[in-house]
């Protein structure tokens, strides 16, 4: 099961930051919060990734709180083709890959 | 585009029969996973493959099963289709090392 909560939708106007919130209390200190988004009739397409450090990127930044217990996708202007579903995931670190473990995502409409 | 294809694209099948679906992994990607994605749910981890061996397996029955070959593509096989076999089945790429995934467009299967 999914070890991150996340808001069934969110609206965002188009040019206006959108927050996406993501709750995962029960985080371990080996965990990363990985973001995943999927656009309509796409596969999953990576976002960001971090430990327990601010990230940003060219598409978007990673706040993670100080507790690790939640954490927010910022996409500073949205525009339409940022409609999409977002998944917060938290994966643990260790030399070999883990399964990425997607729950229902939080649908991000941007309007114009 | 993110160097993974898989075909088909769409597929329909009668319950009962087999399916292989095919993935073709981004050059230099040692480890492949596969989900599966029913309408309106998340993708769920079937298995992954590394080094042509399965090294993880998520709750799917042993009709679920897959190849990897020694240029890194694989192939799921899935036998004696039911209905709710019907999804969206994705192939995902990465190196070794928690490194982010990148996914196929899917291959939409719908048994009837």
């Known amino acids: 099961d999914a070890k991150t909560t996340q808001p069934t939708s969110m609206d965002c106007a188009e040019g206006r930051a959108a927050n996406l919130p993501c709750n995962h209390s029960?985080?371990?200190?080996?965990?990363?919060v990985y973001w995943y988004r999927q656009i309509h009739s796409q596969g999953p397409q990576y976002i960001i990734h971090?430990?327990?450090n601010n990230e940003t990127n060219e598409m978007a930044s990673l706040i993670i709180t100080e507790d690790r217990k939640s954490s927010t996708l910022i996409l500073p202007h949205a525009t339409l083709r940022d409609t999409a579903v977002y998944y917060c995931?938290?994966?643990?670190?260790?030399?070999?890959?883990?399964?990425?473990?997607f729950g229902k995502g939080t649908r991000l409409s941007v309007i114009a | 585009e993110t160097g993974v294809t898989q075909s088909p694209t769409h597929l329909i099948k009668t319950r009962g029969q087999q399916v292989t679906l095919r993935c073709s992994s981004q050059?230099?990607?040692?480890?492949v996973s596969w989900y599966q994605q029913a309408l309106g749910q998340g993708p769920q981890f079937i298995f992954q493959?590394?080094?042509?061996?399965?090294?993880g397996r998520g709750n799917f029955p042993p009709r679920f099963s897959g190849l990897q070959f020694p240029n890194y593509s694989s192939e799921l096989n899935v036998n004696a289709l039911e209905l709710d076999d019907s999804a969206l089945y994705l192939c995902?790429?990465?190196?070794?090392?928690?490194?982010?995934?990148?996914f196929g467009q899917g291959t939409r299967l719908t048994v009837v």
């Open positions: 995902a790429s990465s190196e070794q090392g928690n490194t982010e995934a990148f």
């Open positions: 029960t985080i371990s200190g080996n965990e990363y």
């Open positions: 971090g430990l327990k």
């Open positions: 995931i938290v994966r643990v670190v260790r030399s070999g890959n883990t399964p990425l473990v």
């Open positions: 050059s230099g990607h040692n480890t």
């Open positions: 493959y590394y080094r042509e061996e399965e090294n």
